[in-house]
Every structure is written in structure tokens, then in C-alpha cells.
């Protein structure tokens, strides 16, 4: 989230796309029935009539996987009846910026494409730059080659009639949502999307959150109170797992994980520390050489020195995709001896589980790390396999629930909170950190006692959380990072004197010399002298926009909404007097409310002023993108499996993705589209819920919704069994037949869906058929997250 | 030959019926086991929609008017001083006796706690019909109790409280009347309660009255019906000509009572009458078999010496209340669209012994006991009276000595 | 039943707006939570949506009823939470024999099990249906919704108005009336003009803002009357009744005896007069 849950109740449209918030984010209806209260208007569009729906005010079905389509078709409504927020969009996105001679789009494509390799050339895509090296730009926005103006023609095809063809649609109601929305384009109203799986699991993903950040811009909605783009994150703490790096291409900070060629420290830095020549820029990833080198310092301590590249070497250099499709391929092929799944069920929670759980059978050793026994830990004894055929020796480790332990969880608004343990953990199981830690002593000791090849990245890396039960606020204090020598430092006027051990209190401390240290550069600030920021509790709200600067911590730097430079005009005064997030007092030189994106005077102040969108090199908010693999402006793709040809263009799917095997666009065989979602009552691959009786009761067993028209044609009545068939599997389930799900006319022709939550399986309480038996492995371009959203299936009723 | 043995002969001695009855209340005892052994929801076909069956509908709602023969006949009699009746009383207040009896064990079995029954009387709620019912049962068990012992003393020739007894006779006719007017019409106040539930050919704010009026009507009826299955079953001697008495007592109050339920339907209903056919139907065979017909007949002359014709009416009378019982407890309550309640073996079972058990003791009661014998001496019982002619007596005694 | 002297205005009252009801379930197992209740067997759905279980039971205090229909073309997707109504003049307590039922001046109708005799009529009189039976048991005792009494009393609000992040307002009765009465007027479209709950069964300590129609959402149609006051109206005259008849019949048995009383005297006059005559005559003779 830019934004936070709270600020949710500021805003005059909420607009969600792609989530279900009334489902699977229950709680975030206490602030969105707040705003409603207040005269905001709720907009849904989603597929299904959900129970986020039921509360809106304003409700359109969409096909899956067409949200491209219908968001292209907003950002033309807005560009062509000029209902942007002109200031904003001139001054902090980069419509202003000249785009080079070379990039160009004909019919779905972009310019400079290699059908080989599937992928383009991004630099053909760069700013056209000046002779001082920076973007020419045309304030006026006439320029044809300005991006305002790329923009405006790239979406000049999506008009609402194209549009509501692609997305099934109704045009009326399509043409209340985009007129509430854009009606927010104005400097004094707020709008705010929410998203989630609907939006990023597709194989355009990326581009369709693209597709938000963009329209949000140009209705001047980023960094404001009430608006911003605002993904609502999945497992309790997977905002904390991201932000601490757990994807294989990140670092903690979102620093890149080291490429093979990033040969040596200095190699790395040059490759991914951007660059400008724009004084006005902050572009703070210029100090990723500071945070990579306190990284490494708090990973190696002392063994880490300049001399030794700070251990650099020690990193893991990657090449290529390691994603989850990836790792399954290669170990349904052999190539991995053994799996640690720690929180996770990967034998339910990918794609075509049939191959996922063939592949556990391919390993060694299999240990799982768990409150239960999952489908993964009982895949060798699951339905219709002889438990003889397989080899894979499984270790089922007890974990302690989160209930069990102390740490802090990191909420979808980037608030770390610290939570304490309520009970003890029941029987043997241990908390996750006692597990790792026990791994790093034995592994540690072993590497000691039998050496083998390489074993320095281990034994030679500061590990110290105690003894016996590892202590989670040195952990935190870690994160935070030390002062590794005495240290002073002139802030503006006064000079700060810090001792070795002393915590840094900001970021823009570290230091690329090996003088500090930083677990995680974005959480610098959560552990100071001051103690334990993530657990304070103060309800105070000196802004009475909810923002609560002393409840918890937000990284970064305790801001409670980024990009808030945005959301002043270039003196510094608040777009929106009703709502000010920040405002600059002229007199006392300094910015008043939420933290400010970074300390500087607003942007017009001749030496200090900085642009608001430091986290890139130009400091401008991309409406063209450059580091995309797939274009920089979304363009609308089919989904891998779709029930129509593309009707904007001949190209049928996202050219960045390659064409899977198990795929299969046969509509006499499979005339239905499937989509995969959440309902309140479970959990993800049920293991959590699934084994509680006051929830299986609410939701006992694995059902599919359809409509009543695709009822009728099957002879398929509520309640009866049915089957459903991809090219990839088929399952069985109970149908829900309802209103609630309609045909959606694409191009003219009715096109039905078959809507299934993907909870079930065959472990715990509650056993059923696993939607994912059925769904695709193929993925977003960008990020290879599954298209578990839009596929294509059959549907029959089970004659008993 | 031993106890049991004379027992064994004596029942080898009964007739079939007799027999086919103690298999009955053999099968009810063994249900109502079994009701406790495996708790109501399993053993019944109650639950949280119907939480009243057969049981309530009529072990109690139903059975207690059907008792009323012993206050009704009790009033007539001793009240109203028809000396004449007072051979119906005695059946009656057996009648009675066994009726109440079983209502309470008809209502023990209901009950889900019945080891608690007693708290009735620890903790009053003097806003619960329920309570003013229970309280009335357990209060008239005990009289008819009494009215009870009154045969058994004879029997047994235990004078004193035979003598103790007599004198009772009019108090307690007096306080079973008024008690009964209570509970029975109470019994109606029960389903105002159920003022969206019970449908509004049935609700109204008279249904008390109603209750009453029909009970003693009923009642009456009850005494005419057992009277002639008894001359005609047990050799009893014909009362029909008493009988002839009450049957000009009914009709008054049945016009009475139709004329309540006109009024209340025409004024006093809250809901549609015609929009649920069944219950229509069923309305109109209680009001038309169970009143309208038995009125007609009772205002003829002819019942006067008709045993047929009297016998028929009672039946009909009695036909009209239970269904009425029911419908008020039972099948006016159901509501559109839910399933419908039928009573589950065990219960019915369990109702057919209480039936049974009534009949038999009856019988037996009658075989051992002075119920039918006319009193040996035919003289109003109250102590002025008797005072009055036992010093007159020894006046003469004196006189005699004198002589 | 103890309500005579309750200050209804003050007794703690949940409103529930289903207009903010997500369907979310929180607070039907919030409360199978606080009072241990064991889970359902069910399955599929017992009703529209996703509804379960099939109806409020022993082990069910509160449940939330989905609607999934069509209106002009129009999806209706509602839901709205059943459980007892805290009746201000509760029938199950006025018709509960050993008065084992009470409505407390917090405003919860709570139930003393150790009285309770197990004669459903409870059952019968509850216009809403709440309380349920034991029936799996032998000597089963009444369930239902206790009003989290235990939690009221030490100042917490009720597990499933806790557990609720939308939907369910606490507080005393005039206040979350006024609250009602405010949102009515600030959005007459949001709102189907009527609170449930106001008037019905004499007014409860539960009140209901919808937005489609009550009927269509199946809330019952009540009396508006108190209950009790349907059964007093009879039971008010009990002692009277009863003296009354007692009276009457004591006077006309008095004079009846005393009629036949006289005709007897005369009789026995007549017979003894007879006889003093024959002894005088013996006397004569002697
Ligand atoms: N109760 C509960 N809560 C949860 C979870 C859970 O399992 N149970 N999971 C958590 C996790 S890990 C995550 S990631 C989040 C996910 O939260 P959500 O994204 O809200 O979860 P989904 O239900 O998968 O998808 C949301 C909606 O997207 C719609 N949809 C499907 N296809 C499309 C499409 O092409 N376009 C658009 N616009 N919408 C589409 C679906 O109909 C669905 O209603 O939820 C979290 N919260
Ligand atoms: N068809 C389809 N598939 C999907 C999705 C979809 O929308 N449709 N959504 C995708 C998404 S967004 C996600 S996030 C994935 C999730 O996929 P998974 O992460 O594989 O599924 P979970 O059930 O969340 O697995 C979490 C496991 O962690 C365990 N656990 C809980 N707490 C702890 C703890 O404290 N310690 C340890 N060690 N274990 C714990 C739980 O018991 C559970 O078994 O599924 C993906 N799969
Ligand atoms: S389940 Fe937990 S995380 Fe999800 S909404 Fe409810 S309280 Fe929040
Ligand atoms: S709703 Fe029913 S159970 Fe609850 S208080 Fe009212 S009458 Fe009693
Ligand atoms: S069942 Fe229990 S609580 Fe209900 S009325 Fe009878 S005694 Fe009272
Ligand atoms: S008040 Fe308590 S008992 Fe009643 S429904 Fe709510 S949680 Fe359950
Ligand atoms: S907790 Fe609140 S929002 Fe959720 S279902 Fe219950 S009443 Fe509705
Ligand atoms: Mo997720």
C-alpha cells in the first residue's frame, strides 16, 4: 500500500478492482463503511457479484483477465474528456518527458521484439535525453513524442464501445464506474484502488497494476490522503516477507539479489545503483551501495571488511528465474535432492498440483515446518498413490503458531506491529526462529567438523540470538542496524554524536564504509535508543487523518503515506486543504504532518527543492514505463487460455510469455471460463481452517458457483455434484448455482464462468478436490505469478 | 396358594379386552423407558420447530376437559343439590381420578426435567399459565384423590374417615369446581401466547372461556358416554333416565359456548380466516360435527329416552373437543411452508397405554370397588342435617325407655 | 419476570445495520468461541449463499441468514445476523412456570438452568424462535443466546459485537435508537424506512436497519403488543375467578341444601307427630 487500512476512510470513491476486501480483508470494512458514511462512493468490479459487492454503490461484472481492457478504457475516458489532474500529472509524472525516436507500437507490439527469446530490447524504449544527459521534457505536453501524448494515442483504441465488447461489460454500468471515479481527478477529491489477486495473477499482472498506478497519477491520487494504489496484501505477514527479501531475484530492502556478472561489490553497485544528473532528483537508490555494504556488515560482522568486499563474494549469484513454477520443473525433473517448506503447502498453493505433487515424489528428503499436517507433508499417502512408490523421506516439524511467539508482523500498510506470546506452544512445536537457528548452529557445526566445499558463507557469518530460545529483539535491533564505530555526523545545524553499538536512528546514517550495519535498510529507524518502535501503542492522531504516527512503526522512516511530496503543489501547500498530509511552513522552514518524502524544501526551492518521486532516477511518476519486460505503456492481452480472440490487436497473448504445454484453447472441449478465489471462511490451502470445526461447519465442503443459465444448459440443479475438466485435470465438487454469477457477452457471443475457491484437499477436518488440479503453469512476464484468475474448463453434471 | 398366584388366577379370570389393555399400558410403560433411557429428540419426532406434540396436545390438553365429567357432575349433583345423579358421581370422580392421574404422568414424561417438577411450587411465576395449570393439576389430583378414598373407605369400612369424608363431600365438590374452572379455561390462555403462531380461526382473547365452556359441556357428555358403555359393557344398571337430565343441561351451555366463538370470530379475530384450506376444513368439522350436530340432537326431545341417541351425541361432543384440543394445539400451529409434525412410535405409543391404563383401571376399579352400588342409606350428607337426626333419633330411644 | 422495574431506555442494546453486514461470519464464531459451542456437521449450504448451519440450535446461539436473489434484474446479496432479541417484556419469561428466564436491567434475558423443568412452553411463546432444546440429551435443558451476560457485567461488550467489524452498534436502548433514527434520516436510500426491533414483541434490546425490505429478508412480522400482556389480559382475573365461583356456588349449594333442608324437616315432623300420637294412646291405654 502507499497509503495505510485506516486512511482508507478518507476517501470520496474507493474503487475496487481485483480484491474482495468484505472476504478476505474482513476488517478493512470498518474504514470503507467510514468513508461511505462520510458521502464516499464504493465502486466493485469484479467478475463474481461478491459480498464486497453486495455493499457497493456501484457494481460491474468483468471477464477475468481483462483488466487491462477496462482501465485502459478509463485512462482514455479521462484523457479524452480532460478530467486529469493537469498540475499534477505535468509536474510529478513523467508526461512531460520525451520519449527517443526509435520506440514505436503497431498492432500489439512493441517496437525492437526478439521472437526468439521472447523478450524485448528495453533500451529502445529510453527518454530521448539533452546534452546534459537528462530527459528533454515539454511542459506544454504538445510535443508528440512527450508521453502525455504517446499515452493519449496508445489508449485512444480503448474506446468504452471496444472496451465493454472485451470485458463483457454492461456499457451502462461501466460508465458509472469510470465517471465516479474520474470525478476524483479533481485537486479537492481523493480516490483510492484497492487490489489484489484479481489484478496481479495474470500472465499481464504486472502491467494490469501498471494500468492502476497509471490512471491513479493522472487523476492525481498518489500521496494523497484517501487515494493511492493500494495492493491489500495476502498472508498475515507476507508485506513482511517481501520487505525482508524472500523472493529469490531480492535482497532484504528490496535490494537485487547479486546477477552471475555482478562479479565483485563495485560490479554490483554499478549495476544497480541508477544514476542521474538531475540535481532536482533524490533518486535515493543512488545510496544502494550504502545499504547493500551495511547489509553484508550485519550478515558478516567483523569478517566482513573493505578488504574482502565485505564478504560480497559470499552472496549466491543468481542467473535466470528461480521461481516457484521453476523449482517444481526441476524437481519434478530430479534436480533437487531435498525441500524445506516452512509455511508453506506447495503440494495446494501452485498451479497443476498434479505435477507439484508428483514433483515432492521426485525428492530425497522433504521436511515441512507447520502447525498441521498439510497436503504436502501427507502427499506420499494422498488419494490414489501407493505410498510404496515413494521414496521421499518427509520430517514434520512442529512450528508454533503465531499466537506462540513474539515479532513483529508487517500489515499491508507497511506498519510493523510487535506482538507478544499469548500462550505457550502446544506440545513439541517450536517457533520458526528457534527452527532456523537450531539449523544455522547444526549446519554451522557440521560445515566446522567435515569442512566440504564452501563452507565460509556459513561459518564465517555473525550469528548470535542466544543460546537456547533465540531472542527476537536482537533480531530486531539487528534489523535496525548498529553503529559500528564512534561516529559523528553534521545533520544540517547540529552535529550528532554516536557511539559503537549505538542503533542508527534513520537510514540516511548507514554508510558504505563498514561503519554501520543494517539488517534491512527500509526498517533503519524501528529499533533505537528510544527502544522497540514497532511496539508502541499510542492511539494519539494530532492530524485526525488516522494516521497515528505512534502506533507501531512504518517503514520508511515511520511515514505513514509515501509519496506525500505529491501531495503538495510545488510551493509546498496542499492540494487538498481538507485533507493535508504534509504542508511546508515557510517560516519555520519545515514540513508539518505526516514524515515527508525525504527532508528537502518543496520542490520550486531553487537549491534544495527535490522532485516527489524519489525512489526513481528522474524523480517523476512513470505513466511510461522503462524497466518492464512486457511495454512500457499495458496493453490488453488475452489471458493463456481465453474464450475470444484479442479484439484490440492480433496479438493474442502477452508476446513477454512463453506458450506452456498444458494449454489448451480448444473451445468445443472447453467452452467455460474458471476462475480460483478466497472466501472468508478458509484459509489458502485450507490447512489453517480446514481442521476447525467452527469452520468447517460454515463451509464444509468444495463447491463450484455457476449461473443459473449455465444451469440450465447442464441440467444442473443447486446442490447436485458435478465435474470439472481442464486440460490439466478434473475435479469434483458441489454446485452453487446463483444469481450472483452471470454469462458476460464478449464480442457478442455469451460466454458463461465457473467460479471455485481453491481451499480444498485432502488433508484435515473438511477434505475436497484441490482447484488447483486444474489451473495453468504459466504466469504474469514480470513477476511469474500464476494466471490462477482465467482459464478455460469444462463442466458436467455427475451422474451418481 | 401364594399372593402372586391368586393374582395370576384372578387376571386368568378377566376378559380379552382386559388383557388386550394391560398389553397396552405394558407397551406404553416400556416406551416411556425408553423415552428416558434415550432422551425426547431421539425417541420422538419433537424438535425446536415443534416442541409440543401428542403429548402435550393430548395427554394434557386434551385429557383434562375430558376429565371435567367429575366437577361438572359434581356442581349438578351436590351443588345444585339433583340429588337424583348422585349414582353418576362416583364413575365420574373415578373418571376423574384416573384422568388427572395420568395427565400428571403424561406430563412428567414430557418434561425434560421432570425430577424438578417440584420447582413449580419453589419458585412461582404467577405470570405462567403453566404454572397456574400445574399448580390447579397438582391441587385437584389431590381432591379427587380424596373423592377417591371415599369408595376405597367404603370398601374397606373405615368409618371414621369415611364419616370424615362424607362431610367433605360438598366443600370439595365446591373447590374442585372452582379450581377446574380455572385450569381448564388457563389451559386455553396457554395459546395466547402464540399470538402469531396459532392461526385465527382459533385465536382469540376468549379462547379461555371457550376452553371452559366446552370443557364442562364435554364433561357432561363424558358422564353420558360412560354411563352407557357401562350399562352397556358392565351390566350396569340403565341411568339413561338420569342421563335424560343432563342431556337437557348441555345444549344451554353449547348455545352459550357457540355463541362465544361467533362473537370472537366476528369480532375479535386479528388474522385472515380463509386463507389456509386444511385448517378451514378442519375447523369446520370440529364446529359442524363436534358442536352444530350434538346441539341438534340434544334439543330434540326424543334424547330424553333415546340410550342410542344419547350415547351418539356424547360421542360427537367428545370427537368435537379433542379435535379442537388438537387443532388449537397442534395443527393450527403449523406453519406454512415448515414440515409437518406427526407423532414418532413411541410417542403414540406411549399416549395409546395412558389411554389403555385409563380404561383399565377403570374397569378394575369398578370390579373392586362400591362404584356403581347405590349408597345404602339416601340421605343429603350436610352435618346440620345429620346433627339434627341423630339426636331426633335417640329422642325416640329415650321415649322408648320411658315406655 | 422481574421487567416492571427496568428502565428500557438504558438496557444495552445491539444495533445491527445490515446494510454494513459483510456476511463475514466473525460473529457467529466469535460467539460458538465464548460459549464453547460445538461445531455443526453440515452440508454443502443450508440455505441461500452461504448459509450454515441450517438453523439456530443448541449449539448454535446466532447465525448469519444470507439472501441471494434477483429484484429488477438487480442482484440482492444480504445478510443479517438472527439471535435473541432481549425482548423488553420477554414471553419466555413471562410463560417460563418456574420463572427460570429474566430480563436483566443490563438488558440481556438470561436463563437459571438449575430451574428450569424442561416444558418448552418457552419455546411455544418466543415469537422469534430462539430458544432451542437439548435434544440430543436424556433430561435436556433450553440454549440460547445468553446476551453475553457474564462479559456485560464486567464492562465488555458482547463476543460477537466485539468480534464485528461493521455491523453491530452497543449501547443503551435510546441511544442506539436515536443512532438508528439518525441514519434513517442522513440516507433515506440507504435505508428500508423501519427498525426492526422498535415496537416488536413491545420493543427488544436487538434493533435491525436493513435495506431491502424486512419481508424480503424473511424477518418475522410481529406483534407489536408485549407479549405477556396477551396471556396476563386472562390470567389477571384468576382471583377473582376463583372467589367469584367459589362464592357463587357456596351460596347456591347453601340454598339449595337449605331448600330440601326444609322440605326434609317438614317430612320428618309429619312422621315423628305420627308417632307421639300412638304413644299417647299406648299411655291412654295403660
Ligand atoms: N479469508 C481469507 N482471507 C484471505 C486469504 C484467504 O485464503 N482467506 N488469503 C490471503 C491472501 S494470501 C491473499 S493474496 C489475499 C487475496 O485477496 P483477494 O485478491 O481479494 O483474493 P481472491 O478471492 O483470490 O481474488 C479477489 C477477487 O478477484 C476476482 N477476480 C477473478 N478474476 C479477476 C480478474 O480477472 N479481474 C478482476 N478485477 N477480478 C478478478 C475474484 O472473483 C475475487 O472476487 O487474501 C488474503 N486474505
Ligand atoms: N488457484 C489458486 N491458487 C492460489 C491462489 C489463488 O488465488 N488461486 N493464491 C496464491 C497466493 S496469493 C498465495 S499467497 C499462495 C499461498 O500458498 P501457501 O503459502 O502454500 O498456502 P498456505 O495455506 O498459506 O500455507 C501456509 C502454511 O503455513 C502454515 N503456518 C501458519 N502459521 C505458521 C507459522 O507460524 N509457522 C509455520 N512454520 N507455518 C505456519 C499453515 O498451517 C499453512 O500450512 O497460494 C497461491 N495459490
Ligand atoms: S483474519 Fe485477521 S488479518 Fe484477516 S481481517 Fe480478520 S483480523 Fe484481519
Ligand atoms: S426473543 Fe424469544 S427468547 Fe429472546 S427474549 Fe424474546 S422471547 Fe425470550
Ligand atoms: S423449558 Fe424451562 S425455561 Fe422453558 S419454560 Fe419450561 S421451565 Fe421455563
Ligand atoms: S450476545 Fe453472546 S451469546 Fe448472544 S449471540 Fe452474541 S456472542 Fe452469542
Ligand atoms: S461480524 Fe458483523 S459484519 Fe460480520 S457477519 Fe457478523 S454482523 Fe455481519
Ligand atoms: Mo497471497
Not at chain 1, 330 to 348: D, F, H, T
Not at chain 2, 64 to 70: D, I, N, R, S, T
Not at chain 2, 133 to 138: A, G, I, R, T
Not at chain 3, 68 to 96: I, L, R, T, W
Amino acid at each position: 500500500m502507499t497509503n495505510h487500512w485506516i486512511d482508507l476512510k478518507n476517501s470520496d470513491c474507493i474503487f475496487i478492482i481485483g480484491c474482495n476486501p468484505a472476504e478476505n480483508h474482513p476488517i478493512s470494512f470498518k474504514w470503507i463503511e467510514q468513508a461511505v458514511d462520510n458521502g464516499g462512493k464504493l465502486i466493485v468490479v469484479d467478475p463474481r457479484y461478491t459480498r464486497s459487492a453486495s455493499k457497493s454503490d456501484i457494481y460491474a461484472q468483468l471477464r477475468p483477465g481483462t483488466d487491462i481492457a477496462f482501465l485502459g478504457g478509463m485512462i482514455n475516458y479521462a484523457l479524452q474528456h480532460d478530467l486529469i489532474h493537469r498540475e499534477y500529472v505535468r509536474d510529478y509524472t513523467n508526461a512531460a518527458f520525451i520519449v527517443n525516436e526509435k520506440f514505436d507500437f503497431k498492432d500489439g507490439m512493441f517496437c525492437s521484439f526478439d521472437d526468439k527469446e521472447k523478450s524485448y530490447d528495453l533500451k529502445s524504449w529510453a527518454y530521448a535525453n539533452d546534452a546534459a544527459g537528462n530527459p528533454r521534457r515539454d511542459e506544454s505536453l504538445k510535443d508528440p513524442r512527450c508521453v502525455y501524448q504517446l499515452l493519449k494515442k496508445h489508449y485512444s483504441r480503448y474506446d468504452v464501445d471496444t472496451v465493454c465488447q472485451i470485458t463483457g461489460t454492461p456499457k451502462d454500468a461501466y460508465l458509472k464506474v469510470v465517471q465516479a471515479f474520474c470525478a476524483t481527478g479533481r485537486a479537492d477529491k481523493a480516490g483510492t484502488i484497492l487490489y489484489a489477486m484479481g489484478i496481479t495473477q495474470s500472465t499481464h499482472g504486472t502491467q494490469n497494476v501498471r494500468a492502476v498506478a497509471m490512471l491513479q497519477m493522472l487523476l492525481g491520487n498518489i500521496g494523497i490522503a484517501g487515494g493511492g494504489v493500494n495492493a491489500l496484501r495476502g498472508e498475515s505477514n507476507v508485506q513482511g516477507s517481501t520487505d525482508y527479501g524472500l523472493l529469490f531475484h531480492l535482497l532484504p530492502g528490496y535490494l537485487k539479489s547479486p546477477e552471475f556478472d555482478n562479479v565483485d561489490l563495485k560490479a554490483y553497485n554499478e549495476k544497480w545503483t541508477p544514476k542521474t544528473k538531475d540535481k532536482k532528483s533524490a533518486n535515493w537508490w543512488g545510496n544502494t551501495p550504502k545499504y547493500i555494504t551495511s547489509l553484508l556488515k550485519s550478515w558478516y560482522g567483523e569478517n566482513a571488511t573493505k578488504e574482502n568486499d565485505f564478504c560480497y563474494s559470499y552472496l549466491p549469484k543468481r542467473s535466470g528465474n528461480y521461481g516457484y513454477s521453476k523449482i517444481i520443473e526441476k524437481m519434478k525433473g530430479g534436480g533437487i535432492e531435498g525441500l524445506v517448506c516452512m509455511g508453506m503447502n506447495p503440494a495446494m498453493g501452485g498451479p497443476d498440483s498434479n505435477t507439484a505433487r508428483e514433483a515432492l515424489g521426485k525428492l530425497k528428503w522433504l521436511v515441512t515446518v507447520d502447525l498441521w499436517e498439510t497436503e504436502t507433508s501427507i502427499f506420499w499417502k494422498r488419494p490414489g498413490v501407493n505410498p510404496k512408490e515413494i521414496q521421499t523421506e518427509v520430517f514434520m516439524l512442529p512450528a508454533a503458531s503465531s499466537v506462540e511467539k513474539e515479532g513483529s508482523i508487517s500489515n499491508s500498510g507497511r506498519w510493523a506491529q510487535w506482538r507478544y506470546k499469548a500462550v505457550e506452544p502446544v506440545g513439541e512445536a517450536k517457533s520458526d526462529m528457534w527452527i532456523i537457528d537450531q539449523f544455522y548452529k547444526r549446519i554451522n557445526a557440521l560445515y566446522k567438523k567435515e569442512k566440504g566445499a564452501f563452507p565460509e558463507p556459513i561459518t564465517k557469518m555473525a550469528w548470535g540470538y542466544g543460546n537456547e530460545e533465540p531472542e527476537p529483539t536482537l533480531v530486531a535491533k539487528e534489523i535496525n542496524g548498529y553503529f559500528l564505530k564512534d561516529t559523528t555526523i553534521k545533520d544540517k545545524d547540529k552535529t550528532l554524536e554516536f557511539k559503537a553499538g549505538d542503533p542508527v536512528p534513520m537510514f540516511k546514517f548507514l554508510a558504505d564504509d563498514g561503519s554501520t550495519s543494517s539488517g534491512c535498510w527500509i526498517y533503519t529507524g524501528s529499533f533505537t535508543k528510544d527502544g522497540n518502535q514497532m511496539a508502541r501503542r499510542d492511539q494519539s492522531d494530532p492530524t485526525g487523518l488516522g494516521l497515528f504516527p505512534k502506533w507501531a512503526w512504518a517503514w520508511p522512516v515511520n511515514r505513514r503515506i509515501i509519496y506525500n511530496r505529491a501531495s503538495v503543489d510545488k510551493e509546498g501547500a496542499p492540494f487538498n486543504a481538507k485533507r493535508p498530509v504534509i504542508a511546508w511552513n515557510a517560516l519555520e522552514k519545515k514540513w508539518q504532518g505526516d514524515v515527508p518524502d525525504g527532508p528537502w524544501p518543496p520542490m520550486n526551492d531553487a537549491k534544495e527543492g527535490k522532485y516527489p518521486f524519489i525512489m526513481l532516477p528522474e524523480g517523476h511518476g512513470r505513466l511510461y514505463a522503462l524497466d518492464l519486460k512486457d511495454g512500457p505503456f499495458p496493453e490488453h492481452y488475452e489471458p493463456m487460455e481465453s474464450p475470444t480472440r484479442n479484439l484490440l490487436s492480433n496479438v493474442q497473448n502477452n508476446p513477454a510469455v512463453a506458450v506452456p504445454k498444458n494449454v489448451s484453447r480448444d473451445l468445443d472441449k472447453y467452452p467455460f471460463i474458471g476462475t480460483t478465489y478466497r472466501m472468508t471462511e478458509h484459509w489458502q490451502t485450507g490447512s489453517m481452517t480446514r481442521s476447525l470445526p467452527w469452520l468447517v461447519e460454515l463451509v464444509p465442503d468444495m463447491f463450484v458457483e455457476i449461473s443459473e443459465t449455465l444451469a440450465k444448459k447442464k441440467g444442473i440443479a443447486k446442490g447436485d455434484k458435478v465435474r470439472v475438466h481442464t486440460e490439466r485435470g478434473s475435479i469434483e465438487a458441489v454446485a452453487l448455482v446463483t444469481a450472483r454469477l452471470k454469462p458476460l457477452s464478449v464480442a457478442g457471443k455469451q460466454v458463461e464462468q465457473i467460479g471455485m475457491p481453491w481451499h480444498f484437499g485432502y488433508s484435515g477436518l473438511a477434505k475436497g478436490d484441490s482447484a488447483n488440479l486444474l489451473t495453468p503453469t504459466v504466469g504474469c512476464a514480470n513477476t511469474g505469478i500464476p494466471e490462477f484468475k482465467a482459464f478455460l474448463c469444462d463442466i458436467e453434471k455427475r451422474r451418481a | 396358594m401364594t399372593a402372586a398366584k391368586l393374582v395370576l388366577n384372578e387376571i386368568k379370570g378377566y376378559h380379552r379386552f382386559l388383557k388386550f389393555m394391560m398389553v397396552l399400558v405394558g407397551l406404553g410403560a416400556l416406551a416411556s423407558l425408553v423415552r428416558f433411557i434415550f432422551g425426547l429428540g431421539v425417541t420422538t419426532n419433537l424438535n425446536d420447530t415443534y416442541p409440543w406434540g401428542l403429548w402435550i396436545s393430548f395427554d394434557v390438553v386434551t385429557a383434562v376437559p375430558l376429565a371435567a365429567g367429575a366437577f361438572t357432575i359434581g356442581i349438578v349433583a351436590h351443588i345444585f343439590h339433583i340429588k337424583k345423579l348422585e349414582p353418576l358421581v362416583r364413575p365420574a370422580i373415578v373418571t376423574g381420578f384416573l384422568g388427572y392421574s395420568l395427565v400428571c404422568v403424561g406430563l412428567l414424561l414430557d418434561l425434560g426435567q421432570p425430577q424438578r417438577g417440584i420447582n413449580v411450587l419453589r419458585y412461582w411465576n404467577i405470570h405462567s399459565p403453566m404454572f397456574e395449570v400445574s399448580m390447579c393439576v397438582m391441587a385437584y389430583t389431590t381432591v379427587l384423590t380424596l373423592e377417591f378414598l371415599h369408595p376405597v373407605a367404603e370398601k374397606f369400612g373405615w368409618h371414621l374417615p369415611l364419616r370424615l369424608l362424607r362431610t367433605l363431600e360438598l366443600p370439595f365438590a365446591i373447590l374442585a369446581a372452582m379450581i377446574s374452572t380455572l385450569h381448564q379455561s388457563t389451559l386455553g390462555t396457554f395459546f395466547l401466547i402464540a399470538v402469531d403462531k396459532l392461526h385465527a380461526l382459533w385465536y382469540n382473547p376468549l379462547l379461555p372461556l371457550q376452553f371452559w365452556l366446552s370443557a364442562i359441556f364435554t364433561g357432561l357428555s363424558i358422564v353420558i358416554f360412560e354411563a352407557s358403555l357401562v350399562h352397556k359393557y358392565m351390566g350396569q344398571p340403565d341411568e339413561s333416565d338420569l342421563l335424560a337430565t343432563l342431556t337437557r343441561i348441555i345444549p344451554w351451555v353449547m348455545a352459550l359456548y357457540l355463541g362465544v366463538k361467533a362473537y370472537a370470530l366476528a369480532f375479535l379475530t386479528h388474522g385472515p380466516l380463509f386463507d389456509r384450506p386444511v385448517l378451514l376444513a378442519l375447523f369446520l368439522v370440529e364446529i359442524c360435527a363436534g358442536v352444530l350436530i350434538p346441539f341438534g340432537m340434544f334439543i330434540t326431545k326424543k334424547i330424553k329416552s333415546d340410550k342410542r341417541m344419547q350415547l351418539r351425541a356424547a360421542s360427537l361432543v367428545i370427537f368435537g373437543l379433542v379435535l379442537n384440543r388438537f387443532n388449537v394445539s397442534m395443527f393450527g400451529m403449523e406453519q406454512p411452508g415448515n414440515l409437518i409434525y406427526a407423532p414418532s412410535l413411541i410417542e403414540s405409543l406411549v399416549t395409546i397405554g395412558i389411554i389403555a391404563a385409563h380404561i383399565l383401571f377403570f374397569v378394575l376399579i369398578a370390579k373392586y370397588f362400591p362404584i356403581f352400588e347405590h349408597h345404602p342409606e339416601t340421605v343429603d350428607y350436610s352435618i346440620p342435617d345429620r346433627m339434627h337426626r341423630i339426636d331426633d333419633g335417640r329422642k325416640r330411644v329415650g321415649g322408648e325407655l320411658e315406655a | 419476570m422481574s421487567s416492571e422495574k427496568i428502565d428500557f431506555t438504558k438496557t444495552k442494546t445491539f444495533l445491527i445495520d445490515t446494510t454494513k453486514c459483510t456476511g463475514c461470519r466473525g460473529c457467529q464464531v466469535a460467539c460458538k468461541q465464548w460459549n464453547q459451542l460445538q461445531g455443526e456437521q453440515t452440508h454443502f449450504f443450508s440455505g441461500e449463499g452461504y448459509q450454515n448451519p441450517p438453523a439456530m440450535s443448541e449449539y448454535t446461539f446466532t447465525r448469519i441468514k444470507f439472501k441471494d436473489y434477483q429484484k429488477h434484474g438487480q442482484n440482492e446479496f444480504a445478510f443479517y445476523k438472527e439471535m435473541c432479541m432481549h425482548c423488553n417484556e420477554p414471553a419466555c419469561a413471562s410463560v417460563c412456570p418456574v420463572g427460570a428466564f429474566q430480563k436483566t436491567a443490563e438488558g440481556p434475558v438470561i436463563y437459571d438452568s438449575k430451574r428450569c423443568i424442561g416444558c418448552r412452553f418457552c419455546m411455544m411463546a418466543c415469537p422469534f424462535g430462539v430458544p432451542k432444546y437439548e435434544w440430543s440429551k436424556a433430561f435436556p435443558l433450553v440454549r440460547k443466546c445468553t446476551g453475553c451476560y457474564s462479559r456485560i457485567k464486567e464492562g465488555m461488550k458482547p463476543a460477537c459485537a466485539t468480534a464485528c467489524p461493521t455491523a453491530i452498534a452497543y449501547g443503551p436502548r435510546d441511544e442506539m435508537l436515536k443512532e438508528a433514527e439518525k441514519r434513517l434520516k442522513a440516507k433515506p436510500e440507504r435505508y428500508y424506512p423501519a427498525i426492526y426491533g422498535k415496537n416488536e414483541a413491545g420493543g427488544t434490546s436487538v434493533l435491525y436497519l436493513t435495506h431491502q425490505p424486512l419481508d424480503e429478508l424473511g424477518f418475522k412480522p410481529v406483534t407489536q403488543r408485549p407479549l405477556p400482556s396477551y396471556t396476563w389480559q386472562a390470567l389477571r382475573f384468576v382471583p377473582g375467578i376463583f372467589l367469584t365461583v367459589g362464592g357463587t356456588l357456596s351460596a347456591v349449594s347453601w340454598f339449595q341444601q337449605r331448600k330440601d333442608r326444609i322440605r326434609a324437616e317438614e317430612e320428618g315432623r309429619t312422621a315423628s307427630g305420627h308417632h307421639h300420637g300412638k304413644d299417647e294412646k299406648k299411655e291412654n291405654s295403660l
